[in-house]
């Protein structure tokens, strides 16, 4: 697929999302409620997951990413840290097949050279069992950040260009970690925080917004639909004005 920047081209505006972005926030809160360890929280959270992804494939999302472990999030205590890389393990271990079976395809980006050989191996393996698959490419960012994501792209653009000092926004994106991808047409995020935590900060530049007080784990499909409803009701402009976009459809 051809990546299309949308500061470059107006993009198409789709009545259904292609492509919906989530930062699952609010598990560790969900948890602190109900008096539990914070890890209870991750737990349920992978379940919410689950739900999401199928509905996904019902509603012809296309592409569904999920923010999972942040380049910040390693500044948390080392427990917490040590269980999330081995939920992720399990999950991994346990949604793999499942997933192969309903023809969605796994990927997962960041920089994955923080993790140890054995996650790094299943989640390669996983890719590539799922290369082909079509119905819902589902991606996890994990020790992904936004800066992260921009400065790799520029290290390797530059070593494509020897000697070359000036740039285009097109030379840029084809490094991004996410460029087989579309821009998110929406972006979610659970957790009551309205903030976007270095997560895809080139790829949202023209992303409809959606915030929500629900906690992850309770994160639903009524929820998911919501977001959509709201979408379905923004005027995507990409800087021209209301009265070209009318025009456009008359
Ligand atoms: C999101 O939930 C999951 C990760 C960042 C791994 P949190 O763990 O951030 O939950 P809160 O924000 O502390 O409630
Ligand atoms: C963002 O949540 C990262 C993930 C959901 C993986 P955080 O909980 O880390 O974000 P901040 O620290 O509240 O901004
Ligand atoms: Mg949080």
């Known amino acids: 697929m051809k990546y299309t920047s949308s500061t470059t081209e107006v993009p198409d505006a789709p009545q259904v999302p292609r492509h919906v972005a989530m ?7 969900w948890a602190t409620k109900r008096f539990l360890p914070r890890v209870a929280g991750h737990v349920k959270g992978v379940e919410a997951v689950r739900n999401v992804v199928e509905a ?20 948390r205590p080392e427990e917490e840290v040590s269980l999330l890389m081995r939920l992720f393990m399990t999950a991994l271990e ?10 969605i395809r796994l990927r997962v980006v960041g920089d994955l050279t923080r993790f140890d050989d054995k996650l790094r191996t299943m989640i390669a393996n996983a890719e590539r069992k799922t290369a082909n698959n079509t119905s819902l490419t589902v991606t996890i960012c ?16 530059v070593a494509a ?14 490094h991004l970690a996410m460029a087989y991808a579309p821009e998110p ?29 629900t906690y992850w784990p309770d994160f639903s499909i009524e929820r998911l639909d919501e977001a959509i ?8 402009r990409f800087g021209r004005t209301g009265a070209q976009l009318a025009e456009k459809k008359n």
């Open 185 to 213: 047409d929406l972006f979610i995020r659970t957790g009551g925080e309205q903030r976007i935590s270095n997560f895809l900060l080139w790829q949202l530049a023209y992303t409809e917004l959606f915030f929500t007080d």
């Open 94 to 103: 346990r949604e793999v097949s499942k997933m192969h079976a309903n023809n």
């Open 23 to 29: 930062i699952m926030d609010g598990n560790g809160r």
């Open 142 to 157: 994990a020790n992904y950040g936004g800066r992260w994501d921009v400065m790799q792209a520029v290290g390797k653009m």
């Open 56 to 75: 996904c494939i019902n509603r012809g999302i296309e592409y569904l990413t999920l923010f999972a472990f942040s380049s910040e999030n390693w500044r």
């Open 161 to 174: 260009h020897p000697g070359a000092t000036d740039f285009s926004e097109e030379q840029l994106a084809p």
């Open 229 to 236: 409803a709201s979408y379905q009701h923004r005027e995507r």
